[in-house]
Every structure is written in structure tokens, then in C-alpha cells.
């Protein structure tokens, strides 16, 4: 009973469940049938709004092209406005107000700019056009006042400058007095040069104005306006063109001279060496000063400019080096002389030194002629400079003035070289880089050491060839001595010591005491032999005395009063010449006298002693001892003096 049951109770739920889902599926199909209408209804409402929706973005999209058009337009108008005011500025030109006019400019190739790269109408075309003519004429006008601007600033180096500017400390020879010898070697017979020591403070100077800061501005603007605008070589022309000219006619107030070798070589000396000294202060002052400060003024003018100012700078100043440069070259090439090498040398030195400077000044490839130019030239001075030297020593050597000095000093010749060497010497270092490139001996030692001695040989052959005019051989002896000596006593006092040694100096000072020793031979052999005992005897026989300090038994009366004759005789008569002889140097002069006494008066008070007796008691005694040794003595120091004397009194 209870499984019927059951059953029914569950078929009932069934049904129940059955009818729930056939409600909610009625339910679901009349929400999708609702559901589809509703999307029906929307779709036509849409369509319905297309039309609204496509004249509203119209609408939007209408208004911001006309807002677009009104700004579009308004740029347009301004810089119409614009031309307009760089037009009235151009046409009015750039005489009362440059800036104004460099301003209207930079606004004229705005617009140009701006009409160029925007969409324009076919009416707007000659607007562009107009403006295109109209940047032309600025243009022109641009430039002719870039170059009036350069013309009316660009004056040669003011006068006052001039006047102030320190003058030079070079060194030179002064003066020089000479006379021709008869080879045609010129050699001064006397040398009173004084070489003009060169300070050793570079000096300093004022930097002339050449160009007025304030413009320097204007000028870059207007170069830069130009380049821009395509007038580079027109811009390069007149830059050149007007400073070139400043340049020059500065130099030419300076006093550069565009001299040939010919005219060099016409000019007398004095007036060369003046012209050369002037050369080498005024490359100091163009180098240093107008050189330096025109290459500021063209860094300045064009400056951030896309053009060459180097090759601008070189066209400016090519001229000018050219100027300066060709003098020293006309006096590299003329004629040598010995003075010249002193000038020639001077030259030297300020190019070697100006170098770095030359080099700061006239940098690049454009400019690199104008370096090559002043190392060529340098190379000429160097090669003047070395073969000047190394013909001195045959100058000197084959001298042949017949010019004698009479009382057997210190030749002119002797102190002429003596003096010359001494002054190169001052340029040692120099002379040194000079001679670097000739081979003259062993290359580890000094050239100018060899050469010095060289010439210092070449002297002493020249000297020995003069000694042999003198009829006196004692004299001969007398005027090597002194000469040699003059030759190891002014170069062991000066730089020439270390630079020739100690064996030089030492080997001619033995050859200076040869010298002495063979005068005091020549000079006093025979008054010596006369104070002898050699050939005094009796009845004039041929018997000798006895030992020295002997009496004089067997010796003739009247032998020994001719021997005190003689020597009466012989002593005047070398006093009297010998008085006259000179030997300037104070030192060898008194050891001379004291070697000349040290022999002669032992050897006088000796005969004195011996055979004083056999005239002392002869009725006139003091005709025979006319001399005590103290007046020889005292007579000595006379000697070599340069003194016009008459017969010594006792």
C-alpha cells in the first residue's frame, strides 16, 4: 500500500515541475519576441537620425576652416605688414640708420622665406616677386656700404704711433773705416767699430688702432648678410682690396722701401746698414703688431661666416710680406763683404725669432706661401751668413795692404779680425745653427771653434808675410810678438776661451815667448858681444883674458876704450829706435824691459868691473863710461814706448 502511494506523490511533483517549465519557456519567447521589436524600433530611430548627425559634423568641420582661414590670413597680412615696413627701410637705405636697414633685411628674407614654402595664390606671385627685387637692390646697397664702411675706417697707421714708438736696440757695426787693398778685398785698416749691444727686454708696444671696435659689429653683419645673399667673392674682393691698400700705405708710412739688388748694391754702406737696421725693427712692428692685429679684424668681420677668410687674410697681405720680404732677399743676394755679416745676421735672428709668431699668424693652407716665403728668405740670410764666414778666412789671408806700422804695434788688420770675432761671438748660437750645415772637420766639434781658429791662422799667415817688410830684424821678432799677443790675450778674455781650449791659448802664448826670446837675440846679441872679453889683448893679440872677474893684465888700454865706445854707440842707437818701437800691452811691455835687463846690465857692471880701471884714470874718463849701470837701467824704461827721443843724457 505504502509503493502506490509513493508513486503518486512523485507523478504529482512531476506534473508540477512540468508546468513550471512550460511557463518560463512561454515566458522566454515573449521576451525575445518583446526583445526583437525593440531592436527593430532602434534601427529605424537610427536612420531615422543619420541625416542630423552628417549636417552637424558638416556644421563642426565649416567652422574650423573658417577659423583656419582667419589665422591663415591674419599671418598673411602681418607679414604683408611686414614687407611693407622692410620695404619703406630698405628704400630709405642704410645711410642714417645701418641697423635699421640690417633689421628690414633679416625681415625681407622672412617673408621670402615664408611666401616660398607656403601654398600661395597665382595673385600672390608677384608679391614674391616684388620682394625678390627688392632684396636684390638691399643687397647692392649691402655692399656699398660694406665697402664705403671699409674705406672711410681703414687708414694707414697714425703718425703719433709712429712717433711714439720705441726706438730699435739692434746690434751692428756702427762705423767702419777701411781702406782698398790692392787685391780688391776691402779690409778696414783701422777698426774703431763698436758693436751696439741689443737689449735684452723685449720691448713693449702700444697696439695701434686699425680699426675702430664699434664698426667691427656692423661690418661682421654685413658680411654675413652678403655671403648669405651668394656675394662671397665680391664680399672677398672688396675686403681685400681696401684693406691691402691700408696695409701697404701703413708700411710706406713705416718707411718699407721696395728695393732690387741693384739698388742695394749702388747704395753706399752707411746708408744699407741704417736701411738694414730700420728693415729689421720694422718687421718687429708688422710681424708683432700690423700683421697680427689685421688678422683679429678679419677673424672678427667673419667670424661664424661660411667663408675662406684665410685665403682673405693672405690676398690682404700678400703684398705687404711681399714688400718687406723682397729687401731682405735683395740684401741676401747682393755682394758679400765682412761688415755685412753683422746686418745679415740681425736679419737672421728676427726671422728665426718671429717664426712662431708668423707661423700663429699666417695659419692655414691658404696662407701657407706667405710662411714658405719667410723661410725661404731665412734660408737666403743663412746661406749669406755662412758664406760671408767662410770667406773672411781667405780675405783675410790673402789682405796685401801695403800698410806697415812703423813701430812694430798691434797691426789695424790684427785688431780689425780680432774685433770681428769678438762681436760674433754675440752670436755665437746663431752662427753655431748656421753652420750646422757645412762640413767643416769633425762634426762633434764646434764649427765656430774651427773656424775661429781657421781665421785666427789665416791672421797669423797674413802677419808673418807683413813682419818679413821690416829691414830690422828685431823688429820683425817684436811686431809677431806683439800681435800674437794681442790675438791670446783678447780672445782668452772673452767667450773665445771656452770655445777654443785651453791647448790654442797655451800653444800661442809659447809661440808669443818664442817671439820675445828671438828679439831680445836679434835686438841684443851684439852690444852683448861687446861687453865680452872676447878679443881684448895686448898690442891687439889675440891672447884671452883670464877668468871673469880677473884683472886685466895683458889687456890693451885702448882695446877697451873702444869697446866702451862701441857700446856708448850701439845703446844710443837702440835707444833711440827702440824708444820709438811699441809694445802696447802695459804686462809685456815691463817684462820685455826686465828680460832685457836681466841680461845687459850683469853683463855691463861685469866690464865695468873688469876694466873700469884702464879708463878711469885717463884724463876723461866719463868719455868712455858714459852710462853707470843705473842709468842704463833707468834709460830701459823708455824703451817701447812710441817716444820721438834724441841722444839719451846721462
Wanted: aromatic content about 8%; charged content about 25%.
Amino acid at each position: 500500500m505504502g509503493a502506490p502511494q509513493a508513486i503518486e506523490i512523485l507523478t504529482q511533483r512531476a506534473s508540477v515541475l512540468r508546468e513550471s517549465l512550460q511557463r518560463s519557456r512561454s515566458n522566454t519567447e515573449s521576451m525575445v519576441a518583446m526583445l526583437g521589436s525593440f531592436d527593430h524600433r532602434l534601427s529605424a530611430l537610427e536612420s531615422a537620425m543619420r541625416p542630423t548627425q552628417v549636417r552637424t559634423r558638416a556644421i563642426r568641420t565649416a567652422h574650423q576652416n573658417i577659423e583656419n582661414t582667419l589665422k591663415a590670413t591674419a599671418v598673411v597680412l602681418t607679414h604683408f605688414d611686414l614687407l611693407r615696413q622692410a620695404e619703406v627701410a630698405i628704400l630709405k637705405g642704410p645711410d642714417e640708420d645701418l641697423e635699421s636697414f640690417l633689421d628690414a633685411v633679416d625681415l625681407l628674407k622672412c617673408n621670402i622665406r615664408f611666401f616660398s614654402t607656403n601654398k600661395i595664390s597665382t595673385s600672390e606671385y608677384g608679391l614674391l616677386n616684388h620682394a625678390n627685387n627688392l632684396l636684390s637692390k638691399a643687397v647692392v646697397k649691402l655692399r656699398d656700404e660694406f665697402r664705403q664702411l671699409l674705406a672711410t675706417y681703414s687708414k694707414p697707421i697714425d703718425l703719433e704711433f709712429i712717433a711714439n714708438f720705441p726706438p730699435n736696440s739692434l746690434r751692428s757695426l756702427s762705423q767702419t773705416t777701411g781702406s782698398q787693398s790692392d787685391s780688391g778685398n776691402h779690409v778696414p785698416a783701422n777698426n774703431h767699430s763698436e758693436h751696439q749691444g741689443r737689449s735684452l727686454e723685449t720691448p713693449v708696444y702700444k697696439t695701434p688702432t686699425l680699426m675702430p671696435p664699434r664698426i667691427l659689429p656692423l661690418l661682421h653683419n654685413l658680411a654675413e648678410q652678403l655671403v648669405q645673399a651668394g656675394y662671397q667673392q665680391q664680399c672677398s674682393r672688396i675686403y681685400s682690396d681696401v684693406r691691402a691698400s691700408a696695409l701697404e700705405s701703413s708700411l710706406q708710412k713705416l718707411g718699407v722701401d721696395a728695393l732690387t739688388k741693384d739698388d742695394v748694391q749702388k747704395m753706399e754702406w752707411d746708408t744699407l746698414e741704417t736701411k738694414i737696421q730700420d728693415w729689421v725693427h720694422l718687421m718687429q712692428i708688422a710681424v708683432n703688431l700690423l700683421f697680427a692685429e689685421e688678422r683679429k679684424i678679419c677673424d672678427q668681420i667673419f667670424y661664424g661666416v661660411t667663408f675662406n677668410k684665410d685665403l682673405c687674410f693672405a690676398e690682404v697681405t700678400v703684398n705687404s710680406v711681399s714688400m718687406l720680404l723682397s729687401f731682405g732677399d735683395s740684401v741676401a743676394k747682393s755682394k758679400r763683404s765682412p761688415e755685412k755679416i753683422f746686418p745679415l745676421l740681425d736679419m737672421y735672428e728676427v726671422l728665426h725669432e718671429l717664426q712662431p709668431e708668423i707661423a700663429r699668424i699666417f695659419e692655414g693652407k691658404a696662407c701657407s706661401e706667405i710662411q714658405q716665403s719667410t723661410l725661404t728668405l731665412a734660408k737666403h740670410l743663412a746661406h749669406a751668413v755662412k758664406g760671408t764666414f767662410l770667406n773672411f778666412e781667405e780675405i783675410i789671408e790673402k789682405d796685401s795692404t801695403k800698410t806697415m806700422v812703423a813701430d812694430g804695434t798691434v797691426h789695424p788688420l790684427s785688431s780689425y779680425v780680432i774685433n770681428y770675432m769678438k762681436f760674433l761671438f754675440d752670436y755665437r748660437l746663431t752662427i753655431e745653427r748656421i753652420l750646422q750645415e757645412v762640413e767643416i772637420g769633425n762634426k762633434t766639434d764646434s764649427q765656430l771653434a774651427i773656424m775661429t781658429m781657421r781665421i785666427m791662422q789665416s791672421l797669423q799667415n797674413n802677419l808673418d808675410g807683413k813682419s818679413k817688410q821690416y829691414k830690422d830684424p828685431a823688429l820683425t821678432y817684436l811686431f809677431l810678438m806683439n800681435n800674437i799677443h794681442y790675438m791670446v790675450r783678447s780672445l782668452s778674455r772673452s767667450e773665445a776661451k771656452d770655445l777654443l781650449g785651453d791647448d790654442w791659448v797655451q800653444i800661442h802664448r809659447r809661440i808669443v815667448q818664442q817671439n820675445a826670446n828671438q828679439y831680445k837675440r836679434v835686438a841684443w846679441a851684439k852690444i852683448l858681444q861687446t861687453l865680452s872679453g872676447q878679443g881684448l889683448s895686448s898690442l891687439g893679440s889675440s891672447s884671452s883674458l883670464g877668468a871673469e872677474g880677473g884683472n886685466s893684465s895683458g889687456v890693451s888700454r885702448a882695446s877697451v876704450k873702444e869697446r866702451f865706445k862701441s857700446f856708448n854707440t850701439q845703446f844710443e842707437e837702440l835707444h833711440q829706435r827702440q824708444s820709438q818701437w811699441v809694445v802696447p800691452d802695459p804686462e809685456l811691455r815691463e817684462y820685455l824691459r826686465l828680460a832685457i835687463a836681466e841680461v845687459l846690465l850683469p853683463a855691463y857692471r861685469s866690464f865695468i868691473k873688469r876694466f873700469g880701471l884702464l879708463v878711469e884714470n885717463s884724463s876723461k874718463p866719463q868719455k868712455y863710461i858714459r852710462y853707470t849701470p843705473e842709468d842704463v837701467e833707468q834709460l830701459l824704461d823708455g824703451f817701447f814706448q812710441g817716444n820721438t827721443v834724441g841722444e839719451p843724457k846721462r
